[in-house]
Structures are given as C-alpha cells and as structure tokens.
C-alpha cells in the first residue's frame, strides 16, 4: 500500500534559496518543454514526447548550466508532470469534451512544490531532519513515524510562506478494519455534509461562513494597502493563513466522516462529483467548496483501499432525491431543493428527501455491482 506522510520543515537561508531556486527551474522547464512541444504540435502535428523532452533537456541542460544546480530528478518529475496534462489534454479530445489545451506555470502562483525520485539513500527521514537531495538535512518536525519504503519527496510552500515535505512510501503494511456488517448509500449535501441511508446525519461546520467576516476584514484591509510595500506583505499573509486555517478544519473534518464511515460499513455507495452547472452559481460555489466533497471522495477512495472496503460510484445523473425508494414511483415535484420532507403519491411513504436519496444510491450501487 503507499502512503503520504506530511511533515512541516524549517529550511535555514541557504536551503531555502536553493529550494526557491528548485521552484523555479522546475517551472521553467516545463514551461519550455510545453512551448516546445506546442511548437512542434502546430508547425508539423509532430508529438514531442516525454522521453524526446528528456533527452532534449540533458543537452539542455549544457546551455542552461544554472538547471544542473537544482536535483535533477525534480527537473525530470516536472516533465512527468507535463506528459500528465498532455495525457489528460489527448484524452479529453478523444472523449469529446472540451479539451482545455495545457496552460504555462505562472510565477505569480502561489502553489509552490516540486517532487524528487528516490534514488538510493538520498531521500531519508531521522529523528528532527529529513534528507533530500542537493538540499542535504533540513530541520522536520517529523510528527510521526514512517513505514514502508520512500518512493519520493514532494517540497512544497504555501502562500503564507510555510514550507512542508510529503514523503511518499510504498510498501506500508496496513491492516485491514474490521468487517462491520453493515453497507450504506451516502447522500452528499449542503444542508448537512452527508446524510445515510440509515439515517445517520453528518453536519456541515460551515467553517468558511463562520470565518467570511474575519475574512472580509482581512481583505479589506489588504487592499487599502499601497502595492509592494511591507504592510501589503504582512496584511496578504494574514489572509492566506486565515485561509489556511479553513482549509485545515475542512480538512480535519473530511477525516472525521470518511473515517467514520469506513469504520462503521464494509460497502459505501456515494454520488460522483458535483455537476458543473451547480458549480456556476457563485453562492452554490461557495458553499460546495467549504463542504469539501471533493476531499471526501478522495478520501474515501484512499480508505476504502486501504481498509478492505468497497466503495461504488454510483452516477450523478441517477435521478436518486426524485424516485420513491418504497415503490420507485418519480416524484418530480421533489427537483425544488426546498422540499425537505414528502409524502410519496403512489404508496404513501413518508419520506425525509435526503435519507430517500441516500436508500437510492445505495440501491442503485448495489445494482451496479451485480451488473459488474
Ligand atoms: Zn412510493
């Protein structure tokens, strides 16, 4: 099984502006390599792949001798990373969607990270330092200990400045859970962050409404301040770590429900992801991002795997708040998101629209498994 283990780091002035520097030869080589490719790609319909870059990028890196002073196997993940975006670009123009050609790195952008391949000894954890290559040790608070065997190490520092290392392994034996004998369909919501089809209630803490004032605040603060001065620095970290700290109690409260679930059942149906169009109205935005949904389902998926228990995806398009789960009769007066309770037509049923909704999916995971 691979795992992440996440640790904070504390680089000393060198270390960091190699790390800075590392950020950005990582950029820019794939930003070269994407302008070359689409050069290629529009003069001649020629594919520059992958290992074309990579051989290119060695007798690039003559020209360019300030690219050998960054570890070379993050220069290569930064071309992965590129191959990655062409891969999804070909596979959305096959499909038919819209394809979304692959977009350069800015300098502007304030998710900085780039990965280095384990090679031999030169990603290590000890005690108070992790080990990276040209890098050497840098002082972690290594909050736990790791298993299994380091595959790489992604660097990355977010908008307040802080830097962390994630250590990636493979091989890390974990146990199975306990069968539980039970299975549930999860109902995703707004309202309430998931409802089940056995009527258990998950809320929804509504982090980001609680801290949009505090927000509001900071924000207006930060734009009363002349550009690049000081102040505007002090006042734009400010907001990032108050977004930081939303983000980790979205982040903790994702754990405590996919963690219960996968403790409580051994076969969870869910929804996929959220329609596009719900995602347009700005207020639904908001609200759809601060319940985190995409997180859940990532983590879902990880635990399931992990644990030994099955997960089943079951189509947004299932018509699953509308049908009466007691006699499958269509009830389209329940499409207002308003109606929270109703009573079904046909059979009579009393029916809370969420826990209905969450009988459906389950229903409709356990049909897709038996189909499968
Ligand atoms: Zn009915």
């Known amino acids: 099984m691979e795992k992440a283990y996440k640790f904070r780091i504390y680089?000393?002035?060198?270390?960091?502006?190699?790390?800075?520097?590392?950020?950005?030869?990582?950029?820019?080589?794939?930003?070269?390599?994407?302008?070359?490719?689409?050069?290629?790609?529009e003069s001649d319909k020629a594919t520059f792949?992958?290992?074309?870059?990579?051989?290119?990028?060695?007798?690039?890196?003559?020209?360019?001798?300030?690219?050998?002073?960054?570890?070379?196997?993050?220069?290569?993940?930064?071309?992965?990373?590129?191959?990655?975006?062409?891969?999804?670009?070909?596979?959305?123009?096959?499909?038919?969607?819209?394809?979304?050609?692959?977009?350069?790195?800015?300098k502007r952008d304030n998710r900085k990270s780039f990965k280095s391949k384990a090679v031999g000894s030169n990603i290590r954890l000890f005690d108070k330092y992790v080990r990276l290559p040209k890098l050497g040790n840098i002082?972690?608070?290594?909050?736990?200990?790791?298993?299994?065997?380091?595959?790489?190490?992604n660097v990355s520092q977010n908008p307040s400045g802080k830097y962390f290392v994630s250590v990636l392994c493979t091989d890390v034996d974990?146990?199975?859970?306990?069968?539980?004998?039970?299975?549930?369909?999860?109902?995703?919501?707004?309202?309430?962050?998931?409802?089940?089809?056995?009527?258990?209630?998950?809320?929804?803490?509504?982090?980001?409404?609680?801290?949009?004032?505090?927000?509001a605040k900071l924000q207006r603060r930060l734009s009363r301040k002349s550009k690049g001065s000081n102040n505007r620095e002090k006042a734009r970290i400010k907001v990032a770590r108050l977004h930081e700290h939303i983000?980790?109690?979205?982040?903790?409260?994702?754990?405590?429900?996919?963690?219960?679930?996968?403790?409580?059942?051994?076969?969870?149906?869910?929804?996929?992801?959220?329609?596009?169009?719900?995602?347009?109205n700005h207020r639904l935005a908001k609200a759809v991002g601060d319940a985190a949904w995409g997180e859940i389902a990532r983590q879902l998926e990880y635990k399931c795997n992990w644990y030994g228990k099955e997960l089943v995806k079951v189509d947004r398009f299932y018509p699953s708040s509308q049908t009466c789960n007691s006699c499958?009769?269509?009830?389209?007066?329940?499409?207002?998101?308003?109606?929270?309770?109703?009573?079904?037509?046909?059979?009579?049923?009393?029916?809370?629209?969420?826990?209905?909704?969450a009988k459906n999916i389950l229903d409709e995971g356990l049909r897709i498994l038996s189909v499968a």
């Open 247 to 280: 983000a980790n109690q979205r982040l903790d409260n994702a754990h405590k429900v996919t963690t219960s679930l996968v403790r409580d059942y051994d076969l969870i149906a869910m929804e996929t992801l959220m329609p596009k169009n719900m995602v347009k």
């Open 139 to 153: 002082k972690c608070r290594v909050s736990k200990q790791i298993e299994g065997r380091i595959i790489s190490a």
């Open 11 to 41: 680089p000393n002035k060198t270390q960091e502006e190699l790390i800075q520097k590392t950020f950005g030869c990582t950029r820019y080589v794939y930003n070269y390599y994407l302008a070359m490719r689409k050069e290629k790609y």
């Open 174 to 215: 974990i146990q199975p859970m306990e069968r539980a004998g039970a299975i549930v369909g999860v109902d995703l919501g707004l309202k309430e962050l998931a409802i089940t089809s056995d009527n258990q209630h998950f809320a929804n803490p509504k982090h980001f409404n609680k801290s949009q004032k505090k927000l």
């Open 49 to 106: 792949n992958y290992y074309a870059c990579s051989s290119d990028l060695t007798s690039h890196k003559k020209v360019k001798d300030w690219l050998r002073e960054v570890d070379a196997t993050a220069l290569q993940s930064s071309l992965n990373d590129l191959d990655i975006a062409y891969q999804n670009f070909f596979r959305r123009v096959k499909s038919g969607g819209k394809p979304g050609y692959p977009r350069f790195k800015s």
């Open 328 to 357: 499958g009769y269509k009830n389209s007066d329940t499409k207002n998101l308003a109606v929270r309770e109703w009573g079904c037509p046909k059979c009579g049923t009393h029916h809370d629209r969420d826990v209905n909704a």
